[in-house]
């Protein structure tokens, strides 16, 4: 029988007492009640580990950067070695063509009960143009995502690059880059979005430990997104969040406001319409994050939010009218245009009457 | 001196808004004008306060009148749609019109040339005119409805999971948009296409008040259509 993953924690030297604590804070973290750290305990005890193809596409390893940092107790012995990662070629320490015969292996000896974790998106534009901009061994990435996709169990989008498409696929996209589940051709595995720049990494850890737990996907939101993380708005739980509804705002980077840490709504803060967990588990172990430390939230986790205008503004840019505009400049420069037209046909109107009753009289 | 030169003449009358109809079209031209202002503070903000922020509810408060007058609108115009059906013909004909009538469109074209000054006399309507059904139809019925829509989406994200906002709204609407910020952008952006609205709408009734041959502004307070004279009228 495989090692389970209880098993892998002990060889590793964690006591019994550590390895309680982090089925409890997982538990926490994931909003179950605290009968189910019994449960996550007992699965990690006697399920053997589920072997995982980390596969990296276009993207910038922020996503594994962030994996590698859970801050939970047992995180940096025993996240990597809870799942069995056959393959990520990040952090392995074997390279060349044994290392790569891997992912094949993985996939024939695991048919259909392998989890894919997708870092990053293939650049379609491959396949039309004969360019390249992603090639792994020597063999198009694309290829090496749809022969690994059909025949995983399931496969987790990592961050924005795999569950949206982030920079690379930002306008005008030269390499075509595509999200996961926007790729033809690879099967039908229920997908899991895990979006951010990159995914906090309790979140990352959080979703394999109930993939594991539960054998099955969390509960997901339209978008495929774990709705245990991804319901509710950085905004909706924000600590600043009282400035905001007393109306004070930082108006500047340096004013007074701003040392007093009041809302950064005015600074283009993107807390109000970004989905993610920021403001309640946080960053480092819950040391701080972004609007913390002072910095609007980009809203990362959402979808084309390179494409949004700045990060600095809170209305977007709309880039379809040739200028560099938002929704008001746009709105209130119609209404002008509408008014003075108004204007304009009102004094004809009144000219018009003034002849009319010129010609009556004569 | 000038003496006064009106000659006695009748003029005919026809009840044409009833008062659901101008009850509504009042509240919400107020509800329209709270829900703008607030809105346009709720995108940019009033200057910053200092301070206690504690001592203070400014954008709680803004946003609470946002809403509220946004619930005025959407049960406003649920009202409105009802009075429709059960109300007279002229209570119809913002929401459905015959457009496959020639007429429809000859009287459109006719009104276009009076605005147009291309013509000397706009015909005579008890209700609307055709240009009027069709500013008020694809303008404003749909830009309301749109607004409505959106704006609950939104309501929704705060109110959250398992209320009926996000239920009936928030799930669908905002990944047809692609995400959040989408939906706001839209939601200014028509904002401005109402209030274009608007100011056509005052200017226009009170124009036509003015250089047609009919009542338009008074009608929306007593219901009444007075006609200064007794010429035909041409409704469609």
Same mark, same amino acid.
């Given at each position: 029988m495989p090692e389970t993953f209880y098993d892998v924690m002990r060889r590793q030297g964690i006591t019994r007492r550590s390895f309680l604590k982090f089925c409890s804070l997982t538990a926490a973290a994931m909003g179950l009640s605290p009968?189910?750290?019994?449960?996550?305990?007992?699965?990690?005890?006697?399920?053997?580990?589920?072997?995982?193809?980390?596969?990296?596409?276009?993207?910038?390893?922020?996503?594994?950067?962030?994996?590698?940092?859970?801050?939970?107790?047992?995180?940096?012995?025993?996240?990597?070695?809870?799942?069995?990662?056959?393959?990520?070629?990040?952090?392995?320490?074997?390279?060349?063509?044994?290392?790569?015969?891997?992912?094949?292996?993985?996939?024939?000896?695991?048919?259909?009960?392998?989890?894919?974790?997708?870092?990053?998106?293939?650049?379609?534009?491959?396949?039309?143009?004969?360019?390249? *901009?992603?090639? +792994?061994?020597? $063999?198009? !990435?694309?290829?090496?995502?749809?022969? #690994?996709?059909?025949?995983?169990?399931?496969?987790?989008?990592?961050?924005?690059?795999?569950?949206?498409?982030?920079?690379?696929?930002?306008?005008?996209?030269?390499?075509?880059?595509?999200?996961?589940?926007?790729v033809p051709g690879i099967g039908n595995a229920p997908i899991i979005k895990v979006p951010g720049c990159p995914p906090i990494a309790e979140v990352m850890t959080a979703v394999i430990t109930y993939m594991l737990t539960f054998e099955?996907?969390?509960?997901?939101?339209?978008?495929?997104?774990?709705?245990?993380?991804? *319901?509710?708005? +950085?905004?909706? $739980?924000? !600590?600043?969040?009282?400035?905001?509804? #007393?109306?004070?705002?930082?108006?500047?980077?340096?004013?007074?406001?701003?040392?007093?840490?009041?809302?950064?709504?005015?600074?283009?803060?993107?807390?109000?319409?970004?989905?993610?967990?920021?403001?309640?588990?946080?960053?480092?172990?819950?040391?701080?994050?972004?609007?913390?430390?002072?910095?609007?939230?980009?809203?990362?986790?959402?979808?084309?939010?390179?494409?949004?205008?700045?990060?600095?503004?809170r209305l977007t840019t709309i880039n379809d009218f040739g200028i560099e505009a938002n929704a008001d400049e746009v709105g209130m420069g119609a209404a002008a245009v509408v008014g003075g037209a108004v204007a304009a046909h009102a004094a004809i109107s009144a000219l018009k009457r003034t002849q009319n009753k010129g010609d009556h009289e004569s | 001196m000038t003496t006064l030169s009106t000659k006695a003449h009748s003029e005919p009358a026809v009840y044409v808004y009833e008062a659901p109809v101008r009850l509504w079209h009042w509240i919400n031209a107020a509800a329209i004008t709270v829900l703008a202002i607030t809105g346009y503070f709720i995108g940019s903000p009033l200057p910053s306060l200092s301070g206690e922020a504690s001592d203070y509810y400014l954008m709680g408060y803004i946003r609470f009148a946002h809403f509220a007058a946004g619930y005025v609108l959407a049960f406003g115009l649920l009202g409105r749609a009802y009075w429709a059906i059960v109300g007279n013909s002229h209570a119809r004909e913002i929401f459905l019109h015959n457009i496959l009538k020639p007429s429809y469109w000859g009287g459109l074209w006719h009104e276009l040339k009076w605005y147009l000054f291309l013509t000397k006399e706009p015909r005579k309507y008890s209700g609307h005119n055709p240009l009027a059904i069709f500013m008020m139809h694809w303008m404003y019925v749909w830009g309301t409805v749109f607004m409505i829509f959106t704006g609950f989406a939104m309501y929704g994200?705060?109110?959250?999971?398992?209320?009926?906002?996000?239920?009936?709204?928030?799930?669908?609407?905002?990944?047809?948009?692609?995400?959040?910020?989408?939906?706001?952008?839209?939601?200014?952006?028509?904002?401005?296409?109402?209030?274009?609205?608007?100011?056509?709408?005052?200017?226009?009734?009170?124009?036509?008040?003015?250089?047609?041959?009919?009542?338009?502004?008074?009608?929306?307070?007593?219901?009444?259509?007075?006609?200064?004279?007794?010429?035909?009228?041409?409704n469609d």
């Open positions: 009968i189910y750290a019994g449960k996550i305990a007992h699965a990690m005890e006697n399920k053997p580990r589920i072997p995982v193809l980390w596969l990296h596409g276009l993207e910038c390893t922020c996503c594994s950067e962030s994996f590698i940092r859970s801050a939970h107790p047992l995180a940096k012995d025993v996240i990597l070695s809870m799942i069995s990662l056959d393959y990520d070629d990040t952090i392995m320490a074997a390279a060349g063509h044994e290392a790569e015969a891997i992912v094949d292996e993985t996939i024939a000896k695991h048919k259909g009960k392998f989890i894919l974790a997708c870092e990053g998106n293939p650049g379609l534009e491959e396949e039309n143009t004969g360019g390249m *901009s992603c090639i +792994i061994a020597g $063999k198009p !990435y694309t290829e090496q995502l749809r022969h #690994a996709a059909n025949n995983a169990m399931a496969i987790i989008s990592w961050g924005s690059c795999a569950s949206w498409g982030c920079v690379q696929a930002a306008a005008p996209n030269p390499t075509g880059a595509t999200p996961i589940h926007k099955r996907l969390p509960e997901m939101d339209r978008q495929g997104r774990p709705k245990m993380f991804y *319901s509710q708005r +950085i905004h909706d $739980k924000c !600590y600043r969040r009282p400035h905001f509804d #007393a109306g004070q705002f930082v108006e500047k980077w340096d004013d007074e406001a701003a040392r007093k840490g009041y809302c950064l709504y005015k600074m283009g803060c993107k807390g109000p319409t970004t989905y993610n967990a920021c403001s309640t588990i946080r960053w480092n172990g819950g040391l701080s994050f972004p609007i913390q430390a002072g910095h609007p939230c980009i809203g990362c986790s959402e979808d084309g939010f390179w494409d949004k205008g700045s990060f600095y503004d | 994200e705060g109110t959250g999971e398992g209320s009926w906002a996000h239920s009936l709204f928030t799930v669908w609407l905002i990944p047809l948009f692609g995400q959040s910020q989408d939906v706001h952008t839209w939601h200014h952006l028509v904002m401005w296409w109402i209030i274009i609205f608007v100011i056509i709408h005052v200017y226009v009734a009170i124009r036509e008040d003015i250089m047609s041959r009919q009542s338009i502004v008074s009608s929306m307070i007593s219901g009444w259509r007075t006609f200064k004279d007794e010429g035909k009228i041409d």
